[in-house]
């Protein structure tokens, strides 16, 4: 764990423990994005070794000699040292990643009001006459609205979606009580993606582990760390047109040999031992994901 310490006071070799698949997984559990690489972390501040521990409670009483009252205290008490997970280092900054864009135009915009004469005017053409029965004239009639409300594709107006068009109410009654009608817009077929750099504020706390580590135990050790932070407010404060999942990520740095273990989900057979320890990096960075984790492989 010193030797990641010391990775990490070194920004050049800091830089490198963070590779691409590291960043990846560092933007991906902080936000709901399309982003892509290249990525390139940037470091506004980075602190080794925080401390995060919880507030401590003191309960007591006050009391009044000359009175004998007494009254009930209690008391938190935060930035006592020890007692806490061995946090690495704790960044904020941001991640600059690539974001795809793609571009088309309208090329046609169709509108259609269906009238109640029109609709009646079709269904004799085809039947002669309106059917007698009050059931098969409005069935004929809400076949032949489908077919002007979605003139490529009626089954996509489906009985529940008219039902909703109609509010509880017969063809005939929703016709006559004003406008109804469907608009198709066509777009052009994608132009090829553009890419543009977007920057990505990002908190980042660094939990450093050697091999033979609880895996158990540091999941409930980052949900802590990450916790308390969250709480003191350190995340970065990011724009409300960017979909943040969370303001706090945790980033573990783990010996590659701690892939060597089968026990690990991912890899197949007639894999080298190199390409297994990718495989199941890959595999495990898909679940931590969700727990906000992502992965630093140290060598």
């Known amino acids: 764990m010193d030797k990641v310490l010391l990775t990490l006071a070194d920004p050049t070799a800091r830089t490198a423990l963070l590779d691409e698949p590291a960043l990846e997984a560092v933007v991906a559990a902080s936000y709901d994005i399309d ?3 290249p990525y390139t972390p940037l470091f506004e501040e980075f602190t080794l070794g925080p401390a995060v521990t919880a507030p401590a409670t003191l309960d007591g009483y006050l009391h009044k000699p000359v009175s004998g009252e007494r009254t009930e205290a209690s008391v938190r008490i935060s930035g006592l040292s020890g007692g806490g997970p061995t946090v690495a280092a704790l960044w904020r900054g ?11 135009v309208i090329q046609r915009v169709d509108a259609a009001w269906p009238a109640l004469g029109a609709i009646d005017a079709d269904i004799v053409a085809d039947l002669g006459a309106l059917p007698a029965d009050p059931a098969a004239l409005e069935a004929e009639r809400r076949t032949r609205l489908r077919e002007r409300l979605e003139p490529d594709q009626p089954e996509a107006v489906t009985d529940a979606r008219l039902d909703a068009l109609l509010a509880g109410r ?10 109804l009608g469907g608009v198709q817009v066509s ?5 090829a993606p553009a890419t543009a750099p977007i920057t990505l504020p990002v908190t980042a706390v660094f939990l450093a582990r050697d091999a033979g580590f609880s895996l158990t135990g540091l999941l409930a050790e980052t949900r802590f760390v990450r916790e308390r932070l969250i709480a ?4 970065r404060a990011t724009s409300v047109t960017l979909p943040c999942r969370t ?3 945790a ?3 783990l010996p590659a040999v701690v892939f060597d273990d089968d026990d690990w989900p991912g890899a197949t057979s007639g894999m080298t031992a190199a390409q297994r320890r990718v495989a199941r990096r890959a595999a495990a960075a898909v679940w931590l994901r969700g727990e906000a984790i992502a992965l630093a492989i140290s060598s």
């Open 35 to 37: 982003a892509r690489a």
């Open 94 to 104: 941001a991640v600059v990643a690539r974001t795809a864009r793609l571009d088309s």
């Open 170 to 179: 017969t063809v005939a009654e929703r016709l006559r009580g004003g406008a």
């Open 187 to 191: 777009f052009s077929a994608a132009l």
């Open 232 to 235: 003191a407010g350190t995340g």
């Open 247 to 249: 303001p706090v990520v």
């Open 251 to 253: 980033i573990w740095v």
